[in-house]
C-alpha cells in the first residue's frame, strides 16, 4: 500500500491530488506542518531535511514530489496524466513540468520563509518585496502559454499537478495579478476538479 507523508497546506497536497486523480488506494501519515513533527528524529530518518512529501511503497521510499509524482505514474498507473516521449505535447509537458520546482517555487519560499517562518523581528521587506516581483515575473510565461487552454498542454497532466498547485498557491498568495487573466481562469479550472479539492481540503 502506498502510504503519503503529509502535511497540511503543503506541496504533500501534490501527492495525494495525484492519487485521487488515478484512483488509487494509499494511507495517510498526517502530521503538522510544525518542527515538532517534520524535525522529528522519526520524520528525519524518512527525509534527512524533514520535509514533506515523502512516498512508501512497501521498501521503497522516495521524497522530492516531482520524483514521487514521476515513480507513482511509471510504476503505478499512467492515467494519461503523462505523455509518451514521441507525443507532440511531450517538450512542453516536460518544461512545465520542471518549471514549477525551478523557477516558481524559490520565490514561493522566500514570501513562506518571510510571512510564516521568521519571527517578526527577523524578517526582511526588502527580500520579501524582491521574492513577490519575482514570483509574478516567473508567472508571465504561464500566463501566455496558458491562451486559449484549459489546461497547460491542452488536457489536464502531470504537469498541471505541479505547476498548477504552484499557481494555486501564487494566487492564495496574491501574486496573480487581474491582468493575467489567462492563468486566473487556469486556478478556477484546477481548483473545479473533486481530486484537488480532496487534496486541498485535507487537515
Ligand atoms: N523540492 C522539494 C521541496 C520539499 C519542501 O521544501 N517541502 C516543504 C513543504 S511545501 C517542507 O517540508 N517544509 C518544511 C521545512 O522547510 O521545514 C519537493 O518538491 O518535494
Not at 513533527?37 to 520535509?51: A, F, T, V
Not at 514521476?70 to 511531450?90: F, I, Q
Not at 521568521?118 to 516581483?133: S, V
Not at 479539492?197 to 487537515?203: G, L, P, S, T
Request: overall charge negative.
Amino acid at each position: 500500500m502506498l502510504k503519503v507523508h503529509f502535511a497540511p497546506n503543503s506541496r504533500a497536497g501534490r501527492i495525494i491530488w495525484l492519487l485521487e486523480e488515478l484512483s488509487l488506494s494509499y494511507e495517510v501519515n498526517n502530521m503538522a506542518f510544525h518542527p515538532s513533527d517534520l524535525k522529528s528524529d522519526e520524520h528525519r530518518k524518512r527525509h534527512p531535511l524533514g520535509r514533506i512529501p515523502v512516498l512508501d511503497d512497501g521498501d521503497i521510499r522516495i521524497y522530492e514530489s516531482g520524483a514521487i509524482v514521476e515513480y507513482v505514474l511509471e510504476r503505478h498507473k499512467n492515467g494519461g496524466l503523462k505523455p509518451s516521449s514521441d507525443d507532440a505535447n511531450y517538450p512542453d509537458f516536460l518544461q512545465w513540468f520542471h518549471y514549477c520546482e525551478g523557477m516558481v517555487m524559490p520565490p514561493i519560499n522566500t514570501i513562506v520563509v518571510q510571512t510564516i517562518l521568521l519571527p517578526p523581528e527577523r524578517r526582511d521587506e526588502t527580500a520579501l518585496g524582491q521574492a513577490q516581483r519575482l514570483l509574478t515575473k516567473s508567472l508571465a510565461p504561464v500566463d501566455e502559454a496558458l491562451a486559449g487552454k484549459e489546461y497547460l498542454i491542452g488536457n489536464f497532466s502531470a504537469a498541471d499537478i505541479m505547476l498548477g498547485h504552484a499557481c494555486f498557491m501564487s494566487n492564495r498568495m496574491g501574486c496573480i495579478p487581474d491582468e493575467m487573466s489567462n492563468l486566473k481562469k487556469y486556478v478556477e479550472n484546477i481548483t473545479n476538479r473533486p481530486a484537488f479539492k480532496i487534496a486541498i481540503e485535507m487537515q
